[in-house]
């Protein structure tokens, strides 16, 4: 009789995790915008502390004029740098733009001359205004440029919330903390602050190493292009870097703009710039993202492209762009409040 009862209770717990789960992941796809928005400004938060932390132990200040004079070192740098590179950026950008297309046309030219290309193609509308909505070629246009005016000004707006809503946290953190922690029980406070504590460090470790590969990959692309004598070197790097942010899927759609720049000088050039991103990635791949994973933080890399695979379908892009991170912090989460406090009390 005890043994059919704890079987029933196992069955009932089982049922009960996978419909909790089942309800997470409802809850993400419905709320994504907003659990989104939390976590990035949390990971903002997790910067702008981490940074004020280490001046506070260099420099004789209180964490609050710490945070302060980290926002006006971050002001400066930043505004700094579009400053310095933001003519020769938007000039490089500019004429991308318009290289691009042609390169486009170039390559459906190309494709059409064989066999399989011309399969490639079937199926591809000739004229990209054939790609716009129904309804007329006026009202598609219109419709176009309505979504990406409204999608940018939504991006720019929720950016805008995560950095002020990461200030915020981070001018006070120690008040958000302990209010979280006080809708559980007393006696299991102190374990919760100290997962937070870890799930900060993790965040913190992840932010530096993803800065470091980035910055690594920007300018040895940028660098290497340049050498290459191809357009637009800065902007491509500047491209490299950014894109390198999601890992996995990033370093492929950044060197696609680069073949298509390239393809106009010749197949050896195509050849060349397809062999420097492929260099820079064992780079990044073999030896740097192993010696930053050592020191830092470490994501099974599996793990990482089955999660970006689940947050894509579920959230679309932003959740590719957070994968990595969240997929960190509930590793903690998991390994702390499952593995230990769960399994290994219990044998």
Known sequence: MKRTLTFSRRVVTATFIALLLVALFGLIGYA???FFLVFGSITVAVVISGLSHFVRRNVSLSYSLSVGLVMIILVVLIGGTIWALAPTVSRQADELAKSLPQSVIRLRDNLSQTELGRKVLEGIPDQPGQLLSAGGPG??????ITGVVSGTLGGLANVLIVVIAGIYLASAPDNYRRGFVRLFSPSYRGRLLGVMDQCYTTLKNWFISRTITMTVVGL???VGLALLGIPFAIVLGIMAGVLNFIPNLGPYIALVPALLVAMPQG???????????????SLEGYILTPMLDKRFV???PALLLFGQVLLGVLVGLVGVLFASP???????????LYVKDRLELKT
Not at 267 to 281: D, E, F, S, W
């Open 298 to 300: 470490s994501v099974p």
């Open 32 to 34: 994504a915008s907003f």
């Open 267 to 281: 197949t050896n050039y195509l050849l060349y710039v397809m062999a420097l991103y492929m260099g820079v990635q």
């Open 326 to 336: 969240l997929i960190a912090v509930l590793l903690v989460c998991v390994e702390e």
């Open 220 to 222: 040895v692309t940028g």
């Open 139 to 144: 009202r598609g246009v219109l419709s176009q």
